[in-house]
């Protein structure tokens, strides 16, 4: 481990989930929990930033702690603030944009899975399944699961393509080529790989910098979790990057700090040496 010193409060922590801060049970451990509310009590912002949509977010995390804490969805798309923080931040993607990303996809990859993800709650996929299994795999009820049509008319503000494996790679790479700059396109790798598309310039880094920024605070004074690819961007313009580790190799060059493992209260380990 490479722990980073700390001689003033930071200006926010922010942090992913799986990987991160859940172990591989989906649970915040005890020390990980007291760690964070010591770090609320000190009036540090506390900024969950994950690839999550909402509903999944607020199903597995306590809802107390939750309410002191602000987050970033989705990748940045869906972003709000709780004190200290305030604000609420949405960016849908172009209509126009969204079916060309999908008839590319599926020119390409027909069995690809697409989920378009509205608001954090409603979304929309070109697939069905039994009441039972909605609940377990998405946290949703069956009125919101829409058609990619009925989605696309509410303004998603994410995309995401699954189901096609090692082949998610490839298909960024088609899409980049495809689409340019006109969206943002993150690949996640370390538990099933997914393919997130958001607006340009959507990121957690990005959602995390409007969040502190009107109160004065800066990038350069937060310290960041992360271990997969859509960390990535948060823990190159944090000031006190932290790689778990469990984390992919290409985060834990980029990082100046590494931590222990998810399973080894690696979150906690950083945040207790703050008032150490």
């Known amino acids: 481990m490479n722990l980073p010193e700390f001689d003033r409060l930071p200006d926010a922590v922010a942090l992913d989930l799986d990987g991160t801060l859940f172990n591989g049970n989906e649970e915040i451990s005890a020390r990980n929990r007291a760690a964070l509310e010591r770090c609320i009590e000190a009036g540090i912002p506390v900024i969950l930033a994950t690839s999550r949509p909402a509903r999944l977010f607020h199903r597995v ?3 107390d702690l939750a309410s002191s804490c602000s987050y970033s969805v989705m990748n940045g798309a869906v972003t709000a603030g709780n004190p200290p923080l305030n604000g609420y931040y949405k960016e849908p993607l172009p209509e126009n944009v969204l079916r060309k990303a999908i008839d590319v996809t599926l020119f390409h ?27 377990k795999r998405n946290s949703a009820t069956p009125e919101m699961l829409l058609s990619v049509e009925e989605a696309i008319k509410k303004q998603p503000s994410k995309l995401a393509f699954s189901g096609i494996g090692e082949e998610i790679l490839p298909l960024m790479n088609i899409l980049n080529a495809d689409m340019g700059d006109s969206v943002s396109i993150v690949p996640a790798l370390t538990w099933r790989p997914i393919l997130n598309i958001t607006c340009p310039g959507v990121n957690k880094a990005s959602a995390i910098h409007k ?23 948060m823990l190159v313009e944090c000031g006190i990057p932290v790689a778990m580790g469990n984390a992919l190799p290409e985060l834990k060059e980029t990082c100046k700090y590494c931590t222990a493992s998810n399973e080894e209260d690696g979150v906690a380990i950083v945040l207790e040496k703050i008032f150490s």
């Open 61 to 63: 995390f306590p809802e």
């Open 109 to 135: 990859y027909p069995e690809a899975h697409i989920i378009l993800e509205i608001d954090g709650f409603e979304f929309g996929a070109n697939w069905t399944v039994d009441a039972d299994t909605l609940w």
């Open 211 to 233: 969040l502190i920024s009107p109160a004065g605070k800066s990038l350069n004074n937060v310290v960041a979790f992360g271990d997969d690819l859509p960390d990535m961007d």
